[in-house]
């Protein structure tokens, strides 16, 4: 199996004859590699607002991000400003000298047409898909400014960034500088399965983009989807996810899903009173595409239960901490996201507590790529508040805590 899929508890015993509340965390792990190359769709903000520094790092870390592809990869390079420019089309990796022409030669002028863009990615990567050539497809985009050019509303953008999703395995998407929209990107960034990311400085893309490109090189298995199927008297919640109700149960995607990525479902069971005894609480199991094969597998995870006792009996420490706080992260990175998604002026003293919150429970996760952002942010909020450079930290952190995406080193090797 491409897959594997498992439920962990926040607790196995609740007390019966009350109501309770079991937050749980459901994992889908990629432990088998499709083998099959990915397609890289790098596109890089060539607007005037681009000039200097900006231009020459993004330039720069496209080249480097070419040093961690195998030959049978494939590359498509666009400049974007005013209108859209492709400069390479899925070219193999293995032909570098063409792609580091075609990324050396792109050229600066016009406003910003962040629609555009999106809108031919995605006849590129639905076409990329529908050849059978390519296990997965993965968006670079590098901006540092609003869309001036084309139709600029966030419903516009956004939406031709869920259509562009449907056929991309993940994404990074980053904004440099001071003057881009990050609510967009953040966005733009979940639509398409993937992250949002500030930088403050353009010397930061040449770590950020090829560190994407080595942790999420692998395909495990595309279009997964896991299913929450709760006995009667049990509601099931989910937290930073959309989630369909099936005959099935609670539908949630997940999508595509790399060798050596955990994404995790956060949630929690609600539960009427029970009978004392052992109780089933959901049946769980993620159905999702073989990317060699072509064919529909499903996975089944092993049954959810509980043992109710009566109350006194309940004991605290059969609580697993770190189910709870990975549930409580996602739960807060929700509201805030919520909260904050007018802006960051007249932010309220209960939302500065709620980031407060966040992230000292985000250090408790233990997660390399959150903790030092998290404390660089803590030490930013200290000397400044909320401003706008916090502000864009925050969302990139936000970011990471809703993906549900975690990368590991097993899926790095070329």
Known sequence: MSIELRVRLAKIEVAAGTPDVVPFVIDVEGVKPSGLPSAYLMAIDTSLSMNGAKIFRAKEAALKVLDYLRPSDLVSVYGFNSRVEKVASLVPASRRSEIEEAIVGLRLGGGTNLYAVLRELEKDAASALRSGAVGGIKVLLVTDGNPTSGPRSFDAIASAARDLGKHVSTSLVIGVGEDYNERLLAEVARNLSGFFEHVSHPDELSKLMPRFVTEYRDLSARKVTVFIKSVPGIDVNVFGRQS??????????????????????????????????????????????????????????????????????????????????????????????????????????????????MLNTTLSLGREDLYQKTIDLRERLAKEGLSPEAYRELMSIISRLLSGRVASSRGGSK
Not at 273 to 301: C, I, M, N, T
Not at 320 to 331: G, H, R
Not at 343 to 356: A, D, T
Request: net charge negative; charged share 30%.
């Open 244 to 357: 369909y109700l099936s005959k099935e149960g609670l539908e949630v995607p997940v999508g595509d899903v790399h060798y050596g990525e955990r994404v995790s479902i956060a949630g929690e069971f609600l539960l009427s009173p029970q009978p004392s005894g052992a109780r089933v609480l959901a049946q769980v199991k993620a159905r999702f595409e073989d990317p060699r094969k072509g064919s529909v597998v499903e996975v089944v995870a092993e049954p959810v239960r509980v043992v109710a006792l009566p109350p006194e009996q309940v004991s605290s420490v059969a609580v697993d901490e770190k189910v709870l706080v990975e549930v409580s992260a996602v739960k807060l990175a929700e509201s805030l996201s919520k909260a904050i998604s007018s802006g960051r002026e007249g932010v309220s003293e209960e939302v500065r507590k709620r980031i407060e919150e």
